[in-house]
């Protein structure tokens, strides 16, 4: 007899230096599903990663296994964690807020990742320390989506305790991560410290568990 998908514990695929892998984590510690972590380094080019394309044909990382049943991109696995699993519920059940958790969400997916994590944090941080010279071009852009950005977020954000608010959701834990490489910028540390209710709420984010538990290691 096989036993149930839902009496088995999900394995997740990735690196802890991936914001997308972070991300899926945060749901799954969020939710308290306890869960593995397989460590695959996407970057690497290797046989592991060759294998990974049966998991993910797009080859990225995360990848989900819970039982038989198989997943990837991170917007479906946060979804799913949070809909197969007891525990606070990550999404509003309210529409409206529903649909400002996805909107935010898009914002992340769409313009801060490219912008905060690869124009900002692996142009000005990474790259130096490979002793490369940054794309300035490819920083300026990235400079000015992310002071967009901001504003947009502290307007959404506006006087409550999370993005959507009073409660954490997903919306909260997609740009967790992408703010916290981009926050190792000086340029963007300033930017973000125009906006007093971004501080604090990047307060209560520092203050979880499950973001300090998900920190990359050095
Ligand atoms: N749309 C994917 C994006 C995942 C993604 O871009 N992951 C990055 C790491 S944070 C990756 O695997 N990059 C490898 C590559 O681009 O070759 C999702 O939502 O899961």
New binding site residues.
């Given amino acids: 007899m096989t036993e149930p998908t839902s009496r088995k514990r999900p394995q997740l695929y990735g690196a802890d230096y991936?914001?997308?892998?972070r991300i899926a984590r945060l749901a799954l510690l969020e939710k308290g599903v306890s869960h593995g972590l397989v460590p695959l380094d996407?970057?690497a080019k290797d046989e592991r990663r060759d294998a990974h394309l049966a998991r993910h044909p797009f080859?990225?990382?995360?990848a989900l296994e819970h039982g038989d049943f198989h997943l990837?991109?991170?917007?479906a696995i946060t979804r799913y964690i949070d809909e197969a699993f007891d525990g606070p519920a990550l999404q509003p059940a309210d529409a409206k807020m529903r649909a400002r958790m996805n909107q935010i969400i898009s914002i992340a997916?769409g313009y801060l990742y490219q912008q905060l994590v690869w124009g900002l944090y692996v142009e000005c941080i990474e790259k130096p320390k490979r002793g490369e010279t940054p794309d300035a071009g490819r920083v300026e852009k990235a400079r000015d989506v992310a002071l967009v950005s901001l504003a947009v977020l502290a307007g959404l954000l506006a006087d409550q305790r999370w993005m959507c608010g009073d409660r954490l959701t997903l919306a909260d834990l997609y740009l967790a991560p992408m703010i916290d490489y981009a926050l190792e910028v000086k340029e963007f540390r300033e930017m973000f410290a125009e906006h007093r209710n971004l501080g604090d709420w990047w307060q209560r984010i520092t203050a979880l568990d499950s973001f300090r538990e998900t920190q990359p290691a050095p």
Wanted: aromatic share 20%; net charge negative.
């Fill in positions: 991936s914001v997308y892998v996407i970057f080859g990225k990382i995360p990837y991109e991170t917007g997916d």
